[in-house]
């Protein structure tokens, strides 16, 4: 099984901190190639950055680091201000697109049908999806966490094919787990929502991912939970040697 061991920097980084971040995981992957072993890595760098990351991976056809956008509109092109298409960021070395990050649902009006939109333009010009989902504290807490998930994954991935849905990555994240403010997941906590997405969704979808203060201390353990296929991770792969250290445990 490959391991998804990936990162999105959110708003962060310049182009000349991206590149030294770049071309440091390229000299260490060409150094280190154990550290590929089973292990698909992944980063997802501001839109700014895209092409001079690309550059400092090197040519697609040689990559072994997949880089994606962390968002992209559904239309290829037309007065969209201030938004970018699936084929530019394409164009700017992406072959993967983050979709419906949590974030982006509660800051920038992301919807369902919205994330369903996205999929199905991603997948239309032969990008990777990768689908955020995860509920936050309120639901949890009311213990209704699977038919959110559902309801989420469910929506965006309306009408796919078989074949179009063995591309899609599914990054599960409890809101309440994200960020400088959430609190990392138990194992336990995690059991009956991986559970539920492995019964729709395992071996159907590329790989199920989680995600939510993934760090050293934890990501061991979250890699042996049945169902997890790999790790989507914020705060602990900014820097590299961070990113090292969690491609080193996968
Ligand atoms: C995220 O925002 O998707 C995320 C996983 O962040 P962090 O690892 O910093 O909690």
Known sequence: MT???GTSWKMNKTVAQARDYARGLRSALEQRPELLAGVQPFIIPPHTALTAVAEELGPESARTVRLGAQNAHWEDDGAWTGEISVPQVADAGASLVEIGHSERREHFGETIETTRLKVASTLRHGLIPLLCIGEPAEVQSRGE??????DQARGALRDLSADQLSQVLIAYE??????????PATVAELREPFEVLSREYGGRVQALLY???VSTDNAAQLLELAGVEGLFVGRAAWTLEGYLNLLEIA
Do not use: K, M
């Open 3 to 5: 391991r998804w061991i």
């Open 145 to 150: 966490t699977a038919d959110y998930l559902l």
């Open 174 to 183: 409890p809101i309440w787990a994200i960020g400088a403010q959430g609190r």
């Open 211 to 213: 995600g939510g203060s």
